[in-house]
C-alpha cells in the first residue's frame, strides 16, 4: 500500500528522467545540423506541400515539432550555419524524437499532478486535472483552427484609436501582421515545392539530351518515375536552409511594409539564435510557448547578414491577440480596447443566437430587478417558445502564467469568466422560472438584421409561458481544455455544487455549431443534451465540436450507466471538409453534417419553425428526443394516415406515448380526415380526440398532428395541449365511452 502511494512519483521521475534522456539526444542530433535546414524541413511535416493551413487536422502532425526544435536551436551553443554538416540521420533524430519528448512531459506533468491531488485540493486552487489539461493541451494537443474567424474577429477588434494605440506602443498593428501572414504563411512548403519543380524540369532536360542517363534511370528498382522524383527531392532540399532565410530586403520586398513597422515587428516577433537564450525550453514544456508571441528566428549568415525564418505562421493569427493585449493592458492600460473586447464578443455571440434561432425576443445590455428590487444585469437574454437563453459574455483574459500550470492563478483566471458567469446566469434563471414576468430597468433589442434599437427602459417582459432556462458562458478564449471536464470545475469550486452548469464555449465555437444547427429546435435540442451530459460527466471530450458531433452523428446520448464513461475523440473530420470547403481553403466538395432525419420529419420541424403555433417548440424537442425509429415513424405518420384514408374514404388515427431518458413522459397524436369534411368539423373532431387521449393518458403535454385530403403539406393542423392532469367526471365518462385505454396513473386516481 505504501508502494502504490508512491507510485505516481516513481512513474514522474521515469517520465522526467526519459524526457531529460531524450532532449539531450535531440540536442546532440541538432549540432550536426544547419539550423534553418532542419527547423524547415521539420516545418514541412506538419505542414501540407500546398501551403494551406486549413486542411482537416491530422494527430500525427504535431505543430510543436518545428517550435521545440526552434528553441533547441537557440539554446544550443556554436554556430547555427552547418554549412556541409547536413545529416539526414540527424534530422530524422529529431523528427522521431520530439514527439517522445513531447509525451514524457505530458506523463510528467500528470504524474506529479496526481501525486499532488492525492493530498487534496486547496481553496483557491484549481484541481490536478484542470491544471494538465491546461499544459497538456499547450504543448501536445494544440491545434488551432479557423484562421478565417479569428482573422475577422481581430479585424473587428484592432481598428480605428485601437491601432492608433497600438502603434505608439508597438510600431505596428493588426494589418502589419496581416500582410507578414499573407506573404509568409506558405513560403516554406511552396518554396520546397517550387525547388522540387525546377529540379524535376532540369532532370527531363538532361534525360533528353543523355541517353547514358535515361538508361541508367530505367534500371532503377523502382522504376524510372521513382527515380526521378528521388532525385528531384534530393536536389530540392540541398541547402534548403539557405533557400528559405529571408534578410531585411527580401522581407521588405515580400510584405510590402514601410522600413520602420517592419524592423519594429521582426525585433518584437524574434527569438535571436546569436544571442544568449536560457529556459526556453522548461518554459516550452511546461506549457508557456515562448514562440506563441515570437514565432520568428534569426541569425547572422556566413556573409554577416542577418536572415529571418518564420518557424509557424499560425501564432501570426493565433497569438496576435496575445501580442497585443499585453501592450495593452500594460500601463497605462487600454481602457478603450478592453471596452470594444467584451461589446464585440457580446455582440457577435448573440448575433450568432439569433441569427440560428430567430427568437421571439433578443434582448442585449439587459439591466432587470429581482423581487426585492435589487439591480442586476445580463449580457444577453433571449426567448424562443418556451425556452429562455441566458448569455454571460466574459472577455477575460488567460494569461501565460495560468496557462503554464500554477494552479492559483488559472483559478483567479478562471473565476472571472466561469464562476461570475455561471453566477450571474442562474440568479436569472431562478428569477424567470419563479415568476411570471421580469421587470426590465433598460435593454436593447437585438433585430433580425443584427442591429440594436435604441435602449427600452421601465417595462415587464412576460415570461408566464417559459418552463426552461439554458445558460450560456462565453468566451474570447479557448477554453475547450476546461469546459468538457465540469465536475473538476465543481470540484474546484468554480461552478457551486448542485447547480446547472453553464455551457462554457468560445465564440468561434458558438458561431461553428448556430451554423451547423441552423434549426431553432435542433439548436435547443443539443443545449439540452450537452446539459445532461455535463451534469452526468459521461462523455468526455477534449473538443466543444466533438461533442456537437457526437450530437449530429450519435444523438449524444446520456443515459448510460454513471460509472460509464465515453470518451470521445476525432469527430470533427467531415466538420472540417465542410467548413473549409465552404470557405474556399479546401478544393473537394463536402457536404454539411446533418443529422438522420427522414424528409418527411424535416419538412414537420420546417413547417413547426415557420408558423410557430403554440408547442410548436416543445413538440420539435420532442420529436428529437425520440430515438429514430420512433420519430422516424411518427415524423411520417400523418401522410401514411391520409394515404391509408384515401383508400378507404375512413378516418384513421394513431397515438403514440414515449419516455424520454431523463424520465419525462409525452404523448403523440396522429389523425387523418376523409374528403368532405368542413374545416371547422375536422377542428372540433381533432380537439376532442386528442384531449381525450391526453386525459385517458395522465399526461400533461400531448402533441396533436392532423391531416386532410388534397392537401401536399406534412400535417394541416396541429394542437400543443400541456395542461395538468387533474380528475375531471365528463372527461373520465367520454373515454370510458370512447374505449381508450387508461394509464396507471388514470387508473390509480379513479378514486377520487
Do not use: C
Not at 415587464?460 to 432556462?469: A, C, E, F, G
Amino acid at each position: 500500500m505504501n508502494f502504490l502511494r508512491r507510485l505516481p512519483g516513481v512513474l514522474g521521475f521515469a517520465a522526467s528522467l526519459r524526457e531529460r534522456a531524450l532532449l539531450r539526444r535531440i540536442r546532440r542530433a541538432s549540432k550536426r545540423l544547419d539550423s534553418f535546414d532542419a527547423i524547415a524541413n521539420l516545418s514541412l511535416a506538419v505542414t501540407p506541400l500546398n501551403g494551406q493551413t486549413e486542411v482537416p487536422p491530422d494527430t500525427d502532425r504535431l505543430m510543436a515539432l518545428p517550435e521545440l526544435a526552434a528553441l533547441i536551436f537557440a539554446e544550443g551553443r556554436g554556430p547555427h550555419v552547418a554549412g556541409d554538416l547536413g545529416d539526414s540521420r540527424a534530422l530524422s533524430t529529431m523528427h522521431s524524437l520530439i514527439p517522445g519528448a513531447l509525451f514524457a512531459a505530458d506523463m510528467r506533468v500528470m504524474f506529479s499532478l496526481i501525486r499532488a491531488g492525492r493530498r487534496g485540493n486547496q481553496p483557491g486552487r484549481v484541481v490536478p486535472r484542470l491544471t494538465h489539461a491546461a499544459i497538456s493541451r499547450e504543448i501536445f494537443l494544440r491545434l488551432p483552427r479557423f484562421h478565417d474567424k479569428e482573422m475577422q474577429l481581430l479585424k473587428e477588434l484592432f481598428t480605428g484609436e485601437i491601432r492608433q494605440s497600438l502603434l505608439d506602443r508597438l510600431g505596428f498593428g493588426a494589418e502589419e501582421m496581416f500582410a507578414v501572414y499573407e506573404s509568409l504563411n506558405s513560403f516554406v512548403a511552396q518554396t520546397a515545392a517550387d525547388r522540387i519543380r525546377a529540379a524535376a524540369d532540369d532532370l527531363d532536360d538532361q534525360l533528353a539530351e543523355s541517353s547514358e542517363l535515361l538508361a541508367h534511370l530505367e534500371a532503377h528498382p523502382r522504376g524510372i518515375d521513382a527515380a526521378k522524383a528521388h532525385i528531384a527531392t534530393v536536389q530540392g532540399f540541398s541547402d534548403f536552409g539557405s533557400a528559405v532565410a529571408l534578410t531585411f530586403d527580401q522581407l521588405k520586398e515580400r510584405t510590402g511594409l514601410p522600413d520602420a513597422s517592419l524592423r519594429a515587428l521582426v525585433e518584437r516577433l524574434t527569438i535571436d539564435l546569436d544571442a544568449e537564450n536560457t529556459g526556453l525550453v522548461k518554459e516550452f514544456l511546461r506549457g508557456d510557448n515562448p514562440m506563441r508571441i515570437r514565432p520568428f528566428i534569426s541569425r547572422t549568415n556566413a556573409d554577416g547578414r542577418r536572415e529571418w525564418l518564420l518557424v509557424q505562421p499560425t501564432w501570426l493569427i493565433f497569438g496576435m491577440r496575445e501580442l497585443f493585449e499585453i501592450e495593452l493592458s500594460a500601463k497605462p492600460m487600454d481602457q478603450s480596447y478592453m471596452k470594444q473586447r467584451g461589446e464585440l464578443l457580446e455582440r457577435r455571440g448573440m448575433r450568432a443566437l439569433a441569427e440560428a434561432l430567430r427568437p421571439d425576443k433578443a434582448l442585449v445590455n439587459v439591466e432587470y430587478v429581482d423581487g426585492q428590487h435589487k439591480r442586476f444585469e445580463a449580457d444577453g437574454l433571449i426567448l424562443v417558445g418556451h425556452i429562455a437563453i441566458v448569455l454571460e459574455a466574459k472577455s477575460n483574459r488567460i494569461t501565460p502564467l495560468a496557462r503554464s500550470g500554477a494552479a492559483e492563478r488559472l483559478w483567479l483566471e478562471l473565476g472571472p469568466i466561469v464562476t461570475k458567469a455561471a453566477e450571474q446566469a442562474e440568479r436569472l434563471r431562478a428569477i424567470i422560472l419563479e415568476g411570471s414576468s421580469l421587470h426590465i430597468r433598460s435593454a436593447s433589442s437585438l433585430g433580425t438584421d443584427g442591429t440594436l434599437e435604441k435602449a427600452r427602459t421601465n417595462w415587464d417582459l412576460d415570461i408566464s409561458n417559459i418552463t426552461d432556462v439554458f445558460t450560456i458562458a462565453l468566451s474570447l478564449e479557448d477554453l475547450n481544455f476546461i469546459a468538457t471536464i465540469t465536475a473538476e470545475l465543481v470540484d474546484s469550486g468554480l461552478i457551486q455544487a448542485g447547480a446547472s452548469a453553464p455551457w462554457i464555449v468560445n465564440v468561434h465555437d458558438l458561431e461553428i455549431t448556430a451554423e451547423l444547427l441552423s434549426r431553432p429546435s435542433e439548436l435547443v435540442h443539443f443545449l439540452s443534451r450537452r446539459r445532461r451530459a455535463a451534469d452526468k460527466n459521461t462523455i468526455l471530450a477534449a473538443d466543444e465540436l466533438d461533442y456537437v458531433m457526437h450530437y449530429i452523428t450519435m444523438g449524444l446520448y446520456t443515459d448510460k450507466p454513471t460509472d460509464a464513461t465515453e470518451m470521445v475523440m476525432g469527430l470533427n473530420e467531415d466538420l472540417d471538409a465542410w467548413y473549409f470547403y465552404k470557405i474556399g481553403q479546401q478544393a473537394v466538395a463536402a457536404p454539411k453534417p446533418t443529422q438522420p432525419l427522414t424528409a418527411d420529419l424535416i419538412d414537420t420541424l420546417h413547417l413547426l419553425d415557420e408558423h410557430r403555433p403554440y408547442g410548436w417548440l416543445q413538440a420539435s424537442l420532442n420529436l428529437l428526443e425520440m430515438d429514430l425509429p420512433q420519430r422516424n415513424q411518427l415524423g411520417s405518420a400523418p401522410r401514411q394516415l391520409r394515404a391509408a384514408t384515401r383508400k378507404d374514404r375512413r378516418p384513421h388515427s394513431m397515438y403514440s406515448e414515449v419516455s424520454a431518458p431523463v424520465g419525462e413522459r409525452f404523448g403523440f397524436v396522429a389523425m387523418s380526415f376523409k374528403a368532405g369534411a368542413t374545416k371547422k368539423s375536422i377542428e372540433a373532431q381533432f380537439l376532442q380526440y386528442a384531449a381525450l387521449r391526453q386525459y385517458a393518458s395522465g399526461l400533461g403535454p400531448v402533441s396533436a398532428f392532423g391531416a386532410w385530403q388534397g392537401s401536399q403539406s406534412p400535417f394541416d393542423v396541429f394542437l400543443h395541449l400541456d395542461n395538468e392532469w387533474e380528475f375531471d367526471p365528463q372527461l373520465d365518462a367520454a373515454v370510458t365511452k370512447a374505449g381508450l385505454q387508461r394509464s396507471e396513473r388514470k387508473l390509480a386516481d379513479e378514486g377520487r
